[in-house]
T-cell receptor, first 111, second 114 residues
Framework: QKEVEQNSGPLSVPEGAIASLNCTYSDRVSQSFFWYRQYSGKSPELIMSIYSNGDKEDGRFTAQLNKASQYVSLLIRDSQPSDSATYLCAVADGGYQKVTFGTGTKLQVIP | NAGVMQNPRHLVRRRGQEARLRCSPVKGHSHVYWYRQLPEEGLKFMVYLQKENIIDESGMPKERFSAEFPKEGPSILRIQQVVRGDSAAYFC????????????FGSGTQLSVL
């Protein structure tokens, strides 16, 4: 059973701080990694994708991937109250690309 | 520029009734995924379909649940003889092609079984 593990939180950070969200996965053949943001009562929306080891930056967001450690993270710089949401880590294999989601980490940014 | 359309938004059924959830993917997308989400939980994969084909239904219960994505029309997730444990949010997502895992989600259908 392929698994994606996340700390459920809540993770509380003050406004302006860096929020660090972590995710581990069990399937070594996983090829693609994603972070989705889900506001309460809403559908998930893709915010970052990463496919190779290292860092990928997009605005205030940085995704980090370490395939050897089977670890992927998301950093949110200058956190804003509007960033308060649940962040879902998702992993796709190299086959037909079934996407498996973690349980999500709830982030609270305190004004 | 319509995204993924799901209907109904809310569906109430009594135990033993049938529930039909519809999903129209983004125009041009031929790949559809169904996920179930319970409160405070992540998205649980149910089934992956391409036009007229079920590619992976490993996450879908063997009994009472079925899914289709016909050549014409929306994808349908059908739950027969619903039970209270079926109450959840059901999300549909689409992607344009195999190898493109960026999923575009619909707004979901909240199923409540009385």
């Amino acid at each position: 059973q392929k698994e994606v593990e996340q700390n459920s939180g809540p993770l509380s950070v003050p406004e302006g701080a860096i929020a660090s969200l972590n995710c581990t996965y069990s399937d070594r053949v996983s090829q693609s990694f994603f972070w989705y943001r889900q506001y309460s009562g809403k559908s998930p929306e893709l915010i970052m994708s990463i496919y190779s080891n290292g860092d990928k930056e997009d605005g205030r967001f940085t995704a980090q991937l370490n395939k050897a450690s089977q670890y992927v993270s998301l950093l949110i710089r200058d956190s804003q109250p509007s960033d308060s949401a649940t962040y879902l880590c998702a992993v796709a294999d190299g086959g037909y690309q079934k996407v498996t989601f973690g349980t999500g980490t709830k982030l609270q940014v305190i004004p | 520029n319509a995204g993924v359309m799901q209907n109904p938004r809310h569906l109430v059924r009594r135990r033993g009734q049938e529930a039909r959830l519809r999903c129209s993917p983004v125009k041009g997308h031929s790949h559809v995924y169904w996920y179930r989400q319970l409160p405070e939980e992540g998205l649980k994969f149910m089934v992956y379909l391409q036009k007229e084909n079920i590619i992976d239904e490993s996450g879908m219960p063997k009994e009472r649940f079925s899914a289709e994505f016909p050549k014409e029309g929306p994808s349908i997730l059908r739950i027969q003889q619903v039970v209270r444990g079926d109450s959840a949010a059901y999300f549909c997502a689409s992607s344009p092609a195999a190898g493109n895992e960026k999923l575009f989600f619909g707004s979901g259908t909240q199923l409540s079984v009385l």
